[in-house]
């Protein structure tokens, strides 16, 4: 089965700075993966995914992804982290099913908290 | 506004109590799911469908039941055989193939009494 691991509970980082929440990713044949973000009591967002092609993906509220085959990581990235970024952060790889039903498996989690 | 409604946002179980939480999609997905998250566990899959009058086990099925009677409705009932059920429950729906994500609903907290 696929999977994804996120080896940080929390990241801290002071605003202003650059953020990296780590992801790395086991999976059979071309992975598909995903980043989710969730705020307090929310549904999770979708924030960017890597299908195919660039190895950076741009993702939404100025956060990217950095796919990195040889390392088997998907590092979610942000250039000047914000105080409003605090939240959980998922990263997902898609899997199948013995049906042939594509379903996502999430990681544990990371919760990010930037500092003014 | 397309979405996935979750209701209620709050819900407290008696002991011994079967509760329903509700989860409405106006997006004409096909697939949805049901999720449940606690500290330091992510999420977990408990129940997935991706048709109407079919549905699927996932990882922690054990304690809950649901049915897709309609496309836009996957309701999930705990059952009192569900030992711990206190949690926050997500339902999520996506095209069928997962090149585009989920949309997940606002979430459901369940408490036990």
């Known amino acids: 089965a696929q999977s994804v691991a996120q080896p940080e509970d929390q990241v801290n980082v002071a605003e202003g700075n650059p953020l990296t929440v780590k992801c790395t990713y086991s999976?059979?044949?071309?992975?598909?993966l995903f980043w989710y973000v969730q705020y307090p009591n929310r549904g999770l967002q979708f924030l960017l995914k890597y299908i195919t092609g660039d190895n950076l993906v741009k993702g939404s509220y100025g956060f990217e992804a950095e796919f990195n085959k040889s390392q088997t990581s998907f590092h979610l990235k942000k250039p000047s982290a914000l105080v409003s970024d605090s939240a959980l952060y998922f990263c997902a790889v898609r899997d199948i099913t013995n049906t042939g039903f594509q379903k996502l498996v999430f990681g544990t989690g990371t919760r990010l908290l930037v500092s003014p | 506004d397309g979405g996935i409604t979750q209701s209620p946002k709050y819900l407290f179980r008696k002991e011994g109590q079967n509760v329903t939480l509700s989860c409405e999609q106006n997006l004409n997905h096909d697939a949805m799911y049901w999720y449940r998250q606690d500290p330091g566990q992510g999420l977990r899959l408990i129940y997935y469908s991706q048709i109407v009058n079919d549905f699927q086990k996932g990882d922690i099925a054990e304690g809950y039941s649901v049915s897709r009677e309609k496309k836009e409705s996957f309701p999930l009932t705990v059952t009192s055989a569900q030992k711990n059920p206190t949690a926050f429950y997500l339902c999520?729906?996506?095209?069928?193939?997962?090149?585009?994500?989920?949309?997940f609903g606002s979430g459901t907290r369940l408490t036990v009494v």
């Open positions: 999976v059979s044949g071309n992975p598909y």
């Open positions: 999520a729906s996506s095209i069928l193939g997962t090149n585009y994500g989920y949309t």
